[in-house]
């Protein structure tokens, strides 16, 4: 499987990201890509920025091994993640992840996979601060019920 | 020097994502936070959370991991991305 990782300090252009995963792949009839950007409003009011912060090296090696478990899971020619740090205003990508393979099942389930990892267990941390201030987000309980989903059952996380 | 470094709102609580501590012997992360917290009560609970993890060396350990001069304890609070 062919994989990129980047934590990006700098703004990416997703679209332009994803013509070139696509323009790589010799395999796969299928993509799929997911982008996610910083939401205009939460519930404080606007939002004029949004941090994000992680543990260079130890957030890497962690969404590397979540894509080895992902190239176990699913037959997938290609993965790609890219997850900003630092200030972002709304409407800035925060992080797209893209995977490809033959038939399109594998790539929804695979980046179904790889987001929820990256929302509630991936090394990040995340602030948001409008009028109301600085406030640290912590995830929803749907986002670690969704995550739980693909625990194996014997692993016991 | 032993490297320490907060996260996420530990890194508020503790004034700066880094600070460092002269280790003369081999010290528990339990002990460690003994330190902190004797210095500064409200970052030393906040250390003790049941959802703080720590990772020495860039490995997930538990309280009683020992820390050594040059290592880097790192302390976790719950994460979020996307």
Avoid: C
């Avoid at chain 2, 600070?19 to 528990?28: I, K, N, V």
């Avoid at chain 2, 460690?32 to 350990?61: F, H, K």
């Amino acid at each position: 499987m062919l994989r990129q990782v980047r934590i990006a300090e700098q703004a990416f252009d997703p679209e332009a990201e994803i013509a070139a995963f696509r323009n790589a792949l010799t395999q796969s009839g299928a993509v799929v890509t997911f982008t996610g950007q910083v939401r205009p409003s939460s519930d404080d009011g606007q939002v004029s920025t949004l941090s994000l912060q992680h543990y260079p090296g130890m957030t890497e090696r962690g969404i590397e091994a979540m894509l080895d478990d992902a190239a176990e899971r699913w037959a997938l020619e290609a993965v790609l993640v890219i997850h900003r740090v630092g200030d972002m205003a709304p409407h800035d990508p925060i992080v797209l992840v893209a995977t490809a393979s033959a038939h399109r099942r594998a790539a929804f389930e695979a980046a179904d996979y790889l987001m929820d990892y990256l929302k509630s267990r991936a090394l990040f941390w995340k602030s948001e601060t409008g009028a109301g201030g600085k406030a640290w987000i912590e995830p929803r309980d749907a986002d670690y019920a969704d995550a739980a989903r693909w625990d194996h059952p014997s692993d016991g996380r | 020097m032993a490297k320490l470094l907060f996260f996420g709102r530990l890194g508020d609580l503790a004034g700066g994502i880094e600070r460092t501590l002269d280790l003369s012997q081999p010290h528990s992360v339990r002990e460690l936070i003994g330190v902190l917290e004797a210095g500064d009560p409200l970052l030393g609970s906040a250390l003790l959370e049941s959802r703080v993890r720590y990772a020495l060396g860039g490995m997930i350990v538990d309280a009683e991991a020992l820390v050594e001069q040059d290592d880097e304890l790192a302390f976790l609070p719950p994460v979020s991305g996307g």
